[in-house]
């Protein structure tokens, strides 16, 4: 007889999902979310899901490459035992390298299995330590106009933080949109995002201008691209507002050079970027460095958020949340998952296995 916990089947199709608008940041838009959507049998007939979301305009990841890197590490998964979920993690580790989304959609659908099986949450399994969330809400490049109205709208669906992509355009530009967003919303904590688009001088002379208009961000977070380490250390020493770590944060070894030397005073912990493992590790190293922790993602589904959400709650200490992609998609592929609530309420309570979220394919389906 089999052992219930052995993988039987891995499989990996496109998840395709449009937009309500292009989601757009310093590196280009993405029009639509092309996804995969890869699932994990057990022997026991017992299904785990995960989602990869590779965002081009990131790190350039694409969806081929994702569901090639899922193929390639079919033959270390299948067959293997989902209670020995590190060894799977390390497995794969080198037949995906460059895309990080098909290495969180595998451990994502490995731990979902394995949870599932057993009846825990995954909120649970990552320690229960919370059971709810606030998210902040992204207002991407665009007009100022544009910037206004998503400021003013946003605030009166609940939402506390808004989060501003900087870097696409002149840095009057970027000055101009985050002068139009506060008055528009006095009230809300800012957080700017750069996403590697801005040099260290421009990054601090943008704070300090706005600062001169009573203006000062909660946040900056990578302003800088991703490999300038002397430039985010700069911004970090001479913005006088935290600075996040995302681009330049994306292992152990980056969270560790972090701490180091002081490049930056939060990290930002994307499970698309590191995979699912790998990212308790630069949790534990930001812990024990005494950073701050920001949970985010690329342009996820109901699924992959609702996995970070427990990551995250489960964990907890988790100071930014920005885990808002959901409410950017034309349409819903999933069913289950957090429960949203006035705006930037996201509950895991409700899960009650895994993460608990369904394909509407899988629900609809024979």
């Known amino acids: 007889m089999a052992i219930p916990t052995l993988?039987?089947?891995?499989?990996?199709?496109?998840?395709?999902?449009?937009?309500?608008?292009?989601f757009g940041i310093a590196g280009g838009a993405q029009t639509r979310a092309e996804n995969a959507l890869v699932t994990v049998e057990l022997a026991d007939g017992t299904r785990g899901h995960g989602e990869a979301a590779p965002f081009p305009a990131f790190n350039g990841e694409t969806q081929a490459r994702a569901i090639a890197a899922v193929n390639a590490a079919r033959p270390v998964v299948e067959g293997a035992d989902v209670r020995a979920y590190r060894a799977i993690a390390a497995a794969i580790q080198p037949l995906v390298r460059g895309a990080g989304s098909a290495r969180c959609a595998i451990e994502t659908a490995v731990l979902d299995a394995l949870t599932r099986q057993a009846g825990l949450p995954l909120w649970a399994f990552f320690g229960g330590a919370e059971r709810s969330l606030a998210t902040d809400i992204t207002i991407t490049v665009g007009s100022i106009a544009e910037a206004r109205a998503e400021a003013t709208a946003f605030t009166k669906q609940g939402f506390s933080r808004l989060k501003v992509k900087i870097g696409a355009g002149s840095l009057d530009d970027d000055r101009a949109r985050v002068v139009a967003i506060h008055e528009a919303a006095p009230g809300a904590g800012l957080i700017l995002d750069g996403n590697g688009g801005l040099t260290a001088r421009a990054a601090v002379d943008l704070v300090r201008s706005l600062a001169a208009l009573g203006i000062k961000p909660i946040l900056l977070e990578q302003p800088v691209p991703g490999d300038d380490w002397e430039g985010l250390?700069?911004?970090?020493?001479?913005?006088?507002?935290?600075?996040?770590?995302?681009?330049?944060a994306g292992s152990?070894?980056?969270?560790?050079?972090?701490?180091?030397?002081?490049?930056?005073?939060?990290?930002?912990?994307?499970?698309?970027?590191?995979?699912?493992v790998e990212a308790l590790a630069i949790a534990e190293i930001a812990r024990a460095a005494g950073l701050?922790?920001?949970?985010?993602?690329?342009?996820?589904?109901?699924?992959?958020?609702?996995?970070?959400?427990?990551?995250?709650a489960g964990l907890g200490g988790f100071t930014f949340v920005d885990l808002d992609t959901p409410l950017f998609l034309a349409e819903e592929p999933f069913v289950g998952g957090y429960v949203r609530s006035g705006g930037e309420r996201m509950d895991v309570a409700p899960i009650t296995h895994g993460h608990g979220v369904t394909p509407v394919s899988a629900v609809d389906g024979p």
């Open 292 to 312: 701050g922790l920001m949970i985010g993602g690329m342009v996820e589904a109901t699924l992959a958020m609702s996995m970070s959400a427990c990551f995250a």
């Open 252 to 276: 152990a070894a980056d969270a560790l050079r972090i701490a180091r030397t002081g490049a930056a005073q939060v990290i930002n912990i994307k499970l698309m970027k590191s995979g699912v």
């Open 7 to 22: 993988i039987r089947r891995l499989l990996v199709e496109p998840l395709d999902i449009a937009l309500v608008k292009p």
């Open 233 to 248: 250390a700069r911004v970090s020493r001479e913005a006088g507002v935290p600075v996040a770590a995302d681009e330049s």
